[in-house]
Each structure stands twice: as C-alpha cells, then as structure tokens.
C-alpha cells in the first residue's frame, strides 16, 4: 500500500439523483456552445497539484489510478436547447418570436393543466388567477422536427433575461423483494405502529408530492407503472406510511401529485402523461400547480407542505442574492429558469406553504460533488415576511423561517448514508436507507436509498402534526419538529415521527394520541441468512485475489480524508466517446439498476429486474467508511448478470491490505472479515454500465452489510 499526501482541487462535480438518489442512469442534456466553457460537471477526486513520496505497502501490484473513470453519457446533442425561459421586465405580454418555429406563451399559464386535465380547471376558465409576479415569465418552445440553430430571437429590451431551460433523463427502474426492508424503515423512521389509536382530524393538511407522477396517475398499479413513474410512487407510498399507521383512509386521501418530468425526447413540448425528462420550467409549473389545486380544493384551515425529492446542482444556478426577494422586481444575474422556481416557492411562502427539500446525493465518488443541491441550498435563505410579498397581492405577515427546509439521509447507525455529498449534511436529517412504501392498493414499493427518502419522511411528520396545530405557521412548525430530533455525532438531528408527535403534545399539548412505538436505538439490518447460508457452500473459494492498496489524502468539500483504493492493478476498461452532458433537475434518488445488492456473511449478492435485461456491470466498486472516517474502495471484476438469476460473489477472495487502527501496522486479510472488523453496517457498490444508445454512464447503490 502506498501513503501519499496530496493536494486537491476539488470542484464542484454533477451527478446526484435521487435522491437517491441510489442510482444514476444515462444522461441526456442540451449544451448551448455558448455556454461549453462551463466547468465539468464531474471530476473525481479533483485535481492534483503536489505530491509528496510515497511508501509500498506489502502488496506488489500496481495500483490502478485513484480516480474513477469519468461517465460518458449518450444522447443526440442538438445545437441548441429546444426550450428558453424569459422575465419580462413589466407586463405580462409574451413578444412575439421573429421565427415561427418557435412557439410563445407565458410559463405558468400551463401549470394548471400537470394537475388536473378538466379543462374547467384551466387558468382563465375558473382557476385562481396567477399572481402578477408570476405572469411576467415567458417560455419559447421549438416546433420543427428538424433541430434549431439559433436561440429565439426576441425583442431583449423587453426581458431581463432569456435563458435555456434545460432537460434531464430519469432512469429505469427495478423492483425487489422489499417487505423486511419496510418494517425495518418504518422502525427507523420512529413510525411503526403500536401506540394509541389516533383518527385523522378534519383539518389534516395536505401534502403534493412534486415529482415524475401526475395528478391523475398516483392510484397506477406500482408493479406494472411505467419505470419512469415509480421514484414518485415510491416516495407517496413512504409519505402514506409514516404519516397513516393505521392506514386511515381520511389520512391517505390527503396527498396529490404534480408532474415535474413532462417531456420526452425529441419532443420539446410537455406531455400530458409525463415523460423521461424534467426541467428548472417543469419544476416550476409544477409547484404553481401545486399551489393552485390546494387554494382551490383546500377546506378550512387547511395547509399544505410540499415535498421535492429532486434537485439540480448549484453550480447551474443554485446561488441566489441574498435580497433574493428583490429578484421580484428584475435580475440580471440569476438564470431565468432559476427565477422561476424561486418565484413559485416564494409565492407558497407568502400564503404559508412548507417546502421540504432533498439535500441531494452524489453519484460515484463523495467528493466529486460538493455541497447541498437546489432548492435544498435554499435552505440558507430567509422566508419573504411583510412587504415582501405585495408582488403577489398578498397583504397576509407570514412569521418569517426558512425559504426551504432541506433534509438530510441518515442510515440505521445514524451515520449519514454513502451517497452524501461532501458539506451538504442539514441540521436536520431522517433515515434515508432502504426506504419502501405501501401504495393505496397495499402493494410494497420498490427499495430506495438517497435523501429523497428522508425528505418524504419529513413530509409525511409534517404534515402529520400540522393538522392537529393548523394555527402554527410552517416556520413554527419547523421549530417543533426541528427541536424534537435525537442527536447524532454528525451535528445534525435525526426526526422521526414518534419523538416529534411526542414533542407537539409536550409544547402545544396537541396530538397527544400517539399511534407509533417508541424509536429506540437502531433499527434492524434486515437480514436473509438462512437463505444465503446456503449458497455459500457451493461457492469456490480457492480462488484469491491479491489486490494492491493506495492510500492518499484528500480534499473532501471542506475537510481532508484518506482514500485508499485497492485494485489488481489492471487497466479499466477503453471507453467509447460520447458526448458529455449535464443533468440539471433530478429525483432523488433515482431508481438503481441493482437496488438490492446486499452482502450477507461476506457473500455479494447481484440481482438486476428484468425490466433492465441482461447487464454487465463494469469494474465494479465496493466502498465503505471506516470508523476512522478513511473511505476504502476495492475494484471487483466485472460481471454479467442475466435476470431472473442472481449472481454471488464471495468477498473473501479480494485480500485487501489495511491499517489496523488499533497498531497502526498494516494487515492483509480478505475484504470480507475487514468488513467484520470494521463494524460495517452500509456500503455502496459503483459500476459503469452501456445504455441502448452505446453510452456509458456510471450507476451506485447503496447496499446492507449484515453477518
């Protein structure tokens, strides 16, 4: 093994998602050339600049280089986005574009229509009017089959700006055996049943789960849904679950959904049953229809909390002022399509809406993604207050809180989950590991790991005890919920339902029929040992694997860590060129192509649903982190997997050198008993896979470690 100690340059990388990530798929995205000066959206491990020397461990090998190989993602580049974003200066009157190939209309005018599809419901047909704030956004869309070569022209004395808006692709999905995994999550979530019998009161609010399902799609059968529909699905059945113990209907009904993933390629124009892609416009409309269906079903007292388990990442316009109310009146710095989705969330804010946020996830390598993701990083922001929000008609004071509410994952230790990005943990944090829910049919979704788990499960709890205190403002709400979360050693609090209905009565002396059990410890890893106990005996052992470990030190977001990556020393495999793109709005997490992959008594095992046929996962990579806070990486060889088979791979055949961190002496064992010795609870395996279109794109699941 080699210790080295470098200096890194670590920017802030792409891939989330999802979320959950948990899971990035292919990735499709539009870059202007204007704008392919950007920086990479994905650099592992930064660059180096110093190197100082280097000491061999016992293994003679050659290390294969510390950083993964960088994603390639497939897809048709068109020269120019197919969709633009303006904010008009005054007024609401759209300018015509000179081309009639592009087609005009004001953004928000069509958010009505992802939640409903009775045409009586439309703006202007009955609907609520749309606040003038929100009226000054135009959107320009292509209408030609053949690919734009210019952006619209437009007069520009009329726009602050005029900005792309940009698409992402959600991937495909998979479903497993889940039913341990959802006692298990439930126990983690402080949300199992057997308390008090607690009935549902009238004023419970309303939760709009903004995500790939629509409004008229959230009763569709999970085991057959289309892939793209299930992280939505996924994410209202674990907000059902823990907000619904006992599965009371007047409990369940108060959820809807809003499509934020609209389009198909190459089709710029939305969907009416959603699609594969989504963008910074699509999430906006989606919020505005959110908003729009709750003010105009809402009975009284009514409120409503809004759950994003998706995010693009900062550096594509996560930043806003800090009189990021100001924007209102005209910004030139801020991309359109940002403003957008700030506008729709301010909105809310004015008329006491609760934003629950996904921090976000990276994809393959920790520190190759830095910070919270938007509108998680909104988090930083104060919420409008006073004459704040007179550019919506609203005379109403709001109690002044957070913008958003951003919420981190955390596993059955309370350690956050392997798929946290570098200096993105919130104060507040829920499991965020193995998530399953239970769909209005009673069918188990699928597994999930990522923080669009712990945001559902905030969602749910809010919601939960809002509508026994309908009087709190959502910041106040906050407060309560934020007050009653267990400490952990990673200074954010885990929430779970229990402690934070216990804390509701405590206070406001409300809610005070508690349905769930007592949150103690950790929950349980579930475990299958009988079953793989017995496959383990046919396994060969015989072979063995000398790998060879380099340690370096790195930088980490805002902190160093030791990195050692174990190899055989082989070349990765050639990759093809393909172009590289950008993701901008992602679920999260995203669905995995191997979303459970557990290890059991050092046994791996790889099982990928038929939906995904047969799959080569290429150098795959088991990570973890040790107590020590050191991120170990051992690259196992590739393997093909053809479903329904479930393919086995011993770790004990990996001999991996380490430091003993009682005596500092370096020791050679197999993968499988460092395992043991480190206390491993979650790990997280990376893998290059091709899509059908010939691209290559980097996937990750996080996986349970049990013995």
């Known amino acids: 093994m080699r210790t080295s100690l470098e200096s890194t340059s670590v920017l802030a990388g792409l891939l989330c998602l999802l979320a959950t990530a948990c899971e990035a798929p292919t990735i499709e995205h539009v870059v202007e050339p204007a704008t392919a000066h950007m920086l990479s959206p994905y650099l592992v491990g930064g660059k180096q600049f110093s190197h100082a020397k280097s000491q061999k461990h016992p293994s003679s090998a050659k290390a294969q280089s510390f950083a993964l190989a960088k994603p390639k993602f497939a897809g048709n580049t068109p020269a120019h986005p197919l969709r633009y974003i303006g904010v008009l200066k005054s007024g609401n009157i759209c300018p015509n574009p000179k081309s009639t190939n592009w087609q005009k209309a004001r953004l928000f005018d069509s958010s009505y229509s ?39 022209q ?28 959802f006692d298990s999550y439930l126990q983690a979530a402080g949300a199992k049943t057997g308390g008090q019998q607690a009935p549902t009161p009238a004023t419970a609010a309303m939760v709009a789960v903004v995500d790939t399902v629509g409004f008229t799609q959230g009763t569709t059968n999970y085991s057959s849904a289309l892939p793209r529909l299930r992280h939505g699905l996924s994410m209202a059945g674990m907000i059902r679950s823990v907000r619904c113990p006992n599965s009371d209907p007047t409990c369940t009904s108060k959820l809807f959904h809003t499509q ?8 710029p124009k ?75 969330i301010a909105w809310g804010n004015c008329l006491d809406v609760l934003f629950v946020a996904a921090s976000g996830n990276h994809e393959g390598d920790p520190c190759g993604a830095t910070g919270t993701m938007a509108p998680a990083s909104w988090n930083l922001y104060n919420s409008p207050i006073g004459e704040q929000c007179q550019p919506f008609g609203i005379a109403h004071k709001p109690v002044s809180g ?49 923080t669009s788990v712990a945001t559902a499960t905030v969602s749910a709890i809010a919601a939960r005890l809002w509508g026994y205190a309908p009087t709190l403002s959502p910041h106040q709400l906050m407060s309560v919920i934020d007050s009653s979360g267990l400490s952990t050693q990673h200074q954010t609090k885990l929430i779970t339902a229990y402690h934070a209905q ?36 046919q396994l060969s052992m015989s072979e063995q694997t000398q790998t060879d470990c380099e340690t370096k030190k790195l930088v980490c977001g805002s902190k160093y860590i030791k990195r050692t990556v174990c190899s ?51 150098d795959p990579v088991f990570a973890y982190t040790r107590a020590t806070g050191e991120l170990v990486e051992v690259t196992l060889s590739s393997v093909t997997i ?27 064992q197999p993968l499988s008993q460092w395992l043991a010795a480190d206390q491993v609870s979650t790990a997280e395996l990376r893998f290059r896979v091709q899509d059908a279109a010939g691209g290559w794109a980097t996937q990750t699941t996080s996986i349970s470690v049990n013995y």
Request: positive net charge.
């Open 502 to 537: 216990r804390k509701l009565c405590s206070t406001h002396g409300q809610g005070c029929s508690i349905p769930y059990q007592n949150y103690v410890g950790t929950a349980a890893q579930s475990t299958s040992d009988n079953f793989f106990s017995q496959w383990a005996s």
């Open 154 to 181: 437009v007069d520009m004395n009329k726009f602050w700006r005029l900005d792309p808006d940009y698409d992402t692709v959600v991937p495909q999905s998979s479903q497993q055996q889940t039913g341990p995994y």
């Open 642 to 668: 053809q479903p329904p088979q479930t393919t086995y791979v011993p770790l004990s055949r990996y001999y991996v050198t380490l430091y003993d961190p009682a005596t500092g002496a370096a020791v050679t």
């Open 260 to 267: 934020a993933f609209p389009y198909n390629r190459p089709d």
């Open 402 to 450: 957070k913008f958003v509410y951003a919420v981190g994952g955390l596993d059955y230790q309370l350690n956050p989950i392997t798929k946290t990005r570098a200096d993105s943990l919130p104060v507040r944090a829920a499991v965020g590991f193995m998530g399953v829910g239970r769909t209005p049919s009673g069918q188990l979704t699928g597994n999930w790991t990522g």
């Open 568 to 618: 055989e020393g082989k070349t990765m495999t050639s990759m093809p060129t393909s172009p590289t793109t950008e993701p901008w709005l992602r679920p999260q997490p995203e669905i995995p192509i191997c979303p459970l992959c557990p290890t059991n008594n050092g046994i791996l095992s790889l099982t990928v649903d038929s939906a995904h046929g047969t799959a080569s996962l290429h």
């Open 270 to 344: 939305a969907n009416p049953g959603g699609g594969v892609l989504g963008s910074q416009g699509s999430l906006a409309q989606a919020i505005a229809a959110s908003i729009l269906h709750w003010q105009k079903h809402q009975a009284a007292n009514t409120r409503l909390v809004v759950n994003l388990s998706v995010a693009w990442d900062p550096i594509y316009g996560g930043t806003l002022p800090s009189n990021h109310m100001a924007m209102l009146s005209g910004n030139t710095t801020v991309p359109a399509p940002v403003q957008a989705v700030h506008a729709a």
């Open 114 to 152: 992802l939640v409903s599809k009775n045409p009586q419901e439309q703006p202007g047909q009955g609907a609520i009017k749309l606040p003038p704030s929100l009226q000054r956004f135009c959107v320009y869309t292509w209408t030609r089959k053949k690919m734009p070569t210019q952006k619209p």
